[in-house]
Structures are given as C-alpha cells and as structure tokens.
C-alpha cells in the first residue's frame, strides 16, 4: 500500500437536533454533549488506525452522521489536524462535511472552511414547505436556499441532497421541483428515492396503509425523468443516486465503490484495511455512542474480521456495479481467486442488463441498474 493509492478517512458524528421519521442512520438525539470526551475518542479512535494502517496518504476524508454540521468546528479542526499528523494528506484532498440547512448551522459554515473542510454537502431534501414539514425536518425551503447559497460561497466545492418518490409525489409535481434545484447551478447532486427503512415511523405509517409511495411504474418514470433532466443540465449519473458534472464526483464515495481503504472512526464507522499480501479485514465500530466512546482507547470496534477471497470479491462486485463506469473483471479475479462466470455474464449481456464499456471493464446498463439484487445473485 501507501505509494500513489488512496486512502480515506470517515468520521461519524452520531447526534442530531431531531431524529426524521424515515432516517434509519445511526444518529440520536441527545440534550448535552462532552465535547472534550468526544474529542478523546476520536483522537484515541485515529491512533489506533495509524498504528494498523501506517504508510498511507490520505486522498479524501467524509464528515458523515447524524449532523456533523452541530459539530463544534474547533473539534473538525482538531481532528484533521491529529489525522494530518498521523498521515500524510494528498496535496488535493477532498474534505468533505455533511450539513442540515438550519440558519443557525450555514452562519457556521465559515468556521468550518477555516477548520479545513473544502466540500460541503448539504441536505436540502425538498424545496416544498409541506413536503418538508412532511418529511419532519427543522427547515424551511427558504432557509435550504440561503444556507445553499452560503455554501457556494463559502466552500471550493458543494452538494445537495434531494429526497423524491415522496408520498403523494406526482411526476409534474417531481419535475418542476427538480427543475427549481437545478437552477441552483450545483455541480453535484445526490437524488435518492424514499425508502422505507424497518424500524422507521415511516415504515410504520406505511404498513398499516397510512402512507402511500408511487408504484413500482411511476418510480422508474420518475428515476428516468430525474436521469434526464440531470443529463440536460450537465450533470451526468454516475452512480445510482449520484449526478456530477464530470470532474465533480464526491472523490471519497468513488473510493468505496472502487473498493479502495479507508479507516472509520465514531459510533458504527465502517472500514476497510489491505495487509501486505493483498487480504481485506472488514472492521464496524460499536453503534451506541456512549459505548462507543468507552472502547475508543482500542479502536472502538465491535468486529474486525479478515475477509475471504469470494467475500472480498463480492463485496468489489456489489460496490462497483452502482457505478456508471462499472468495474474490472480482471480485478474480481484478483481479488476472489476465480474469473466472473462468462456464461452468466453473456446472457446477462443478452438480457440488456450488462455491457462492457470497454474490452476490460463490465459495467450495469441502465435498466440492470434497476436490478442490481438480481445480477448479482447470478454472477454469485
Ligand atoms: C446522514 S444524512 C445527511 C446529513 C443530514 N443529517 C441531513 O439529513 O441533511 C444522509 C442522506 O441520506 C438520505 N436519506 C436518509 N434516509 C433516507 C431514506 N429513508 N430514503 C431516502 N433517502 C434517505 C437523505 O437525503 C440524507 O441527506
Ligand atoms: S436524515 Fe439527517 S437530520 Fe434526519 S435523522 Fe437522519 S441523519 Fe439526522
């Protein structure tokens, strides 16, 4: 490792100001938090990662929760600064921070570009009042607008997150919304469909018929229609719910698609690390926060496991599937031992569901992107 290959960096903060009916996210809502504890934890959480992923250089780090926004920008500073000193940072890494569009947060936002962050991501959700109120976050659309603003003259780079297939969300009503966010001029958006997530008041709602989404139809009209109108305003797909104009990928989730390392550190942070000889260990953080915060001293993990070829395999395969430019067979085979069977792969071409971009890469078409469950089960 090390050398020209990237590495990243994911820091969770696990609170939020109020939990929304459909999040299933490891976030909690909690009155008082020991800023000092937490700043404990996370250095101790970074230590014990340097001390098992020495010799890398980090490519992009991803402030992701919860609300990482109602982190205390002297905390982000403190970690980077301690990660900046544990490794090495690509001259151009990308340093991201997700954010909710409270104004309380946006008046912060320039503490957290001095603390080092370059790329903002913001959760706009919807640029209906009623949809918002709806959906139960704490901000207006007006509000959305103006931290969106901010954040465009505040960070080098920025995204907004965009939630449709929204109960009682019509096609028009869909494209108009959409035609009003992309007149934001953003280089990067995350649209994604409501999903019913178990254990969510939303799903609740939805199981005792309380809360209607569009049908299996309309949602692949409206996925088609966001795909196009995206295309037409300059932001290409290039993962399911990812749009950028070229250039502008969130670099950090191209690195977990392409299966590259990164370290995780927080409540339920994930991570993957490559020893010497190639092997992957797949390693989750402890969920509960006050837990979490106990163990930090010794990673924090609630399991650290080395990965079998085929799951190694596997897990490269599910990543890079979601991707437009798709993945490397040669590399599936690296990594699990054993080819891609090629005559699952020739019907799956035949089906429509595969392509192959170029002579050594394989890649969903956009029909097989909407049965990714599906491919993956025959090429197991
Ligand atoms: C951790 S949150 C982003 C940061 C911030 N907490 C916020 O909500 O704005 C990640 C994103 O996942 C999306 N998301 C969460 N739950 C979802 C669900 N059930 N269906 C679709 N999108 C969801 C939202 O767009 C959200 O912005
Ligand atoms: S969607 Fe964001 S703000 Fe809402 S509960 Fe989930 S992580 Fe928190």
Redesign the pocket.
């Known amino acids: 490792m090390g050398g020209e290959a990237e590495f990243g960096l994911y820091v969770h903060w696990p609170f ?1 100001l109020s939990k ?1 009916p ?4 490891n ?1 909690h809502v909690q009155d008082s938090i020991d800023t000092e504890e937490w700043r404990n934890g996370y250095i101790a959480a970074l230590r014990w990662f340097a001390v098992r992923a020495p010799g890398r250089r980090i490519t992009s780090v991803f402030f ?6 109602l982190m205390p920008a002297r905390l982000v500073a403190e970690i980077l600064h301690e990660a900046a000193r544990l490794w090495p940072f690509a001259a151009h890494a990308e340093i991201t921070l ?4 409270t104004s309380a947060e946006a008046g912060r936002f320039r503490d957290f570009a001095a603390a080092g962050i370059n790329r903002l ?5 919807a640029l209906d009042d009623a949809a918002l109120a709806a959906l139960g ?1 704490q901000h207006t659309a007006q509000e959305a607008l103006a931290a969106w603003e901010m954040a465009r003259k505040t960070f080098p780079r920025a995204s907004f ?3 449709y297939a929204r109960p009682g969300q019509t096609p028009d009503a869909w494209e108009a919304e959409l035609a009003r966010a992309l007149r934001l001029g953003a280089e990067h958006i ?1 649209a ?6 178990p254990e ?1 008041p ?1 799903h609740k709602r939805y199981e005792q018929g309380k809360l209607r989404l569009p049908d299996e139809e309309t949602s692949v009209r409206l996925y088609d229609l966001t795909r196009a109108m995206m295309a037409a305003a300059g932001l290409e797909l290039y993962e399911i719910s990812n749009y950028a104009r070229p250039g502008a990928e969130c670099r950090h989730n191209l690195l977990y698609w392409r299966y590259g390392e990164y370290a995780g550190i927080g409540p339920g942070a994930h991570a993957r690390l490559v020893d010497e000889t190639g092997a992957h260990q797949a390693l989750r953080a402890i969920r509960a926060p006050a837990r979490w915060l106990k163990a930090a001293q010794t990673g924090g993990l609630e399991e650290m496991r080395p990965l079998s070829p085929e799951e190694a395999g596997m897990e490269y395969l599910l990543m890079s599937l979601r991707m437009r430019e798709g993945m490397k067979p040669a590399r599936f085979a690296a990594l699990s031992g054993a080819p891609l069977p090629e005559g699952e792969i020739a019907r799956l071409i035949k089906q429509g569901l595969l392509a192959r971009p170029s002579p050594d890469t394989l890649a969903a078409t956009d029909k097989g992107r909407l049965v990714l469950d599906y491919i993956l089960t025959q090429l197991a």
């Open positions: 939020c929304c459909y999040c299933d996210f976030s992701g929760g919860g609300t990482p926004s997700e954010a909710n569009p991501s913001l959760g706009v959700q976050r997150d965009l939630i995350s994604y469909q409501l999903t019913m997530e969510t939303f």
